[in-house]
């Protein structure tokens, strides 16, 4: 399959997803006491239901957009202690901060931190639900949607984290998963947020797309498809709109694709979700994001080398930046001596143990003792956040990993 093919299917795979978890999520219901997030907040509906302290809080970035941010200063139990070590989650594409809380309080990575001795902050990117406020431009408008993910490298994650930063006196230590991934090791890879990130866990990281394979995306494939805005014309993909069903319904539709299996479908295998879980998924996700975003995400496959995007003529490249292509990011640039703890699964078909292994290559010349990874044979991309083992197989590593560079 070529790569042009990957990127195009890239796109349709997660429309799909997209479309899908909120046609499967539409006729389920769940326990009366269940609490609508998008209506009080993600504060009210998953964490002070549980006991714990929440409080929320917008931050602005240096381009006008409000982003909603959650702080859980600590467990459960009564704690006195001061200067908890600060943690920033940081949510993958098309999901929201709410995907930390999804399990019990037991099974979330988000309050297992705050019960391990953590103070705990949640992002939400621009254009999710809790983010979709900017100082001057309508949500409504394409303007508010011109950006990718280039603009949470140079914007989003530079306010989160200096907004973090500056509550808590102290450097944080980061969890990023899937496109939260890809957008810490852009940034680090340009000596950015350095001087106030303590280390980094990074959870199905993406960099590399080249080997990204599943059911929908390999049918996909046989389409000939050019770059999303020209099917669609629209700045906000919005999952949850008229203006793909067509198109989704048609790729449901065909031989060997199974879209009410939806988690498998898309990530490959997971092992060990709940139905519950899935359920409370489906009724929270997805969020909207830019379809120019989604370009980019194209591009990273098609091209198969991390770049800023490509406005796909040389003449508009040079004017963005000064040159005909796009800047590569290049992350054996990342500081040697970052901690970073990565945690891949055999069973990811998003993030592929092959492209794992190319990013591993760029960090080659890392500092051994500050670079940890660990493999887990039968995870799937969803098993990092709403696994019912995560706790013992990937997050109890995590709490370890921070404690160990506090």
């Known amino acids: 399959m070529g790569r042009a093919g990957n990127g195009s299917s890239f796109i349709l795979m997660i429309s799909l997803l997209a479309l899908v978890a909120a046609v499967a999520g539409a006729g389920r219901h769940l326990a009366a006491a269940d609490i609508d997030a998008s209506r009080v907040g993600i504060c009210a509906s998953a964490v002070a239901i549980h006991g714990y302290k929440c409080q929320e809080f917008d931050v602005k970035t240096d381009d006008g957009y409000i982003l909603n941010l959650q702080r859980i200063?600590?467990?459960?139990?009564?704690?006195?202690?001061?200067n908890r070590p600060p943690v920033l989650?940081?949510?993958?594409?098309?999901?929201?901060?709410?995907?930390?809380?999804?399990?019990?309080p037991k099974e979330?990575?988000?309050l297992i931190l705050a019960d391990s001795g953590f103070d705990v902050w949640i992002a939400n990117v621009r254009g999710t639900r809790f983010s979709r406020r900017h100082v001057s431009l309508d949500p409504n408008?394409?303007?508010f949607w011109n950006w990718t993910w280039d603009d949470l490298v140079v914007h989003d994650l530079p306010a989160v984290i200096g907004f973090v930063h500056q509550q808590t006196g102290q450097k944080i230590h980061y969890v990023g998963h899937s496109m939260g991934t890809l957008i810490a090791l852009a940034t680090f890879s340009e000596g950015k947020q350095i001087d106030k990130v303590k280390s980094a866990a990074l959870l199905s990281p993406i960099a590399y797309l080249s080997h990204m394979n599943t059911a929908l995306g390999v049918v996909a494939a046989k389409a000939f498809v050019g770059e999303i805005t020209s099917i669609f014309g629209l700045a906000e993909f919005n999952p949850k709109g008229e203006a793909v069903a067509g198109l989704m319904k048609f790729f449901c539709a065909q031989p060997g694709v199974d879209c009410y299996d939806l988690l498998t479908a898309v990530t490959g295998?997971?092992?060990?979700?709940?139905?519950?879980?899935?359920?409370?998924?489906?009724?929270?996700?997805p969020q909207s994001t830019s379809t120019k975003n989604l370009v980019h995400l194209a591009q990273t496959v098609r091209d198969g080398v991390l770049r800023k995007y490509d406005?796909?003529?040389?003449?508009?490249?040079?004017?963005?930046?000064?040159?005909?292509?796009?800047?590569?990011y290049n992350l054996s640039n990342i500081p040697h001596d970052l901690p970073l703890f990565l945690s891949y699964g055999g069973q990811d078909a998003l993030s592929d143990i092959r492209d794992v292994q190319t990013l591993l290559d760029a960090l080659r010349s890392h500092d051994v003792a500050k670079l940890h990874v660990q493999y887990v044979k039968e995870y799937g991309h969803?098993?990092?956040?709403?696994?019912?083992?995560?706790?013992?197989?990937v997050y109890n590593q995590v709490v370890s990993f921070f404690k160990n560079y506090n």
């Open 73 to 82: 200063p600590q467990g459960v139990a009564a704690d006195n202690s001061t």
């Open 382 to 393: 969803a098993d990092f956040i709403m696994g019912v083992t995560a706790k013992d197989v």
């Open 269 to 285: 295998k997971n092992c060990c979700l709940n139905a519950s879980t899935v359920q409370l998924f489906l009724k929270n996700e």
């Open 108 to 110: 979330s990575l988000a």
């Open 141 to 143: 408008k394409p303007e």
């Open 311 to 328: 406005y796909g003529n040389p003449n508009y490249n040079v004017a963005h930046y000064g040159e005909s292509k796009p800047p590569v």
């Open 89 to 104: 989650l940081q949510h993958g594409v098309l999901v929201d901060g709410v995907t930390w809380l999804l399990n019990s």
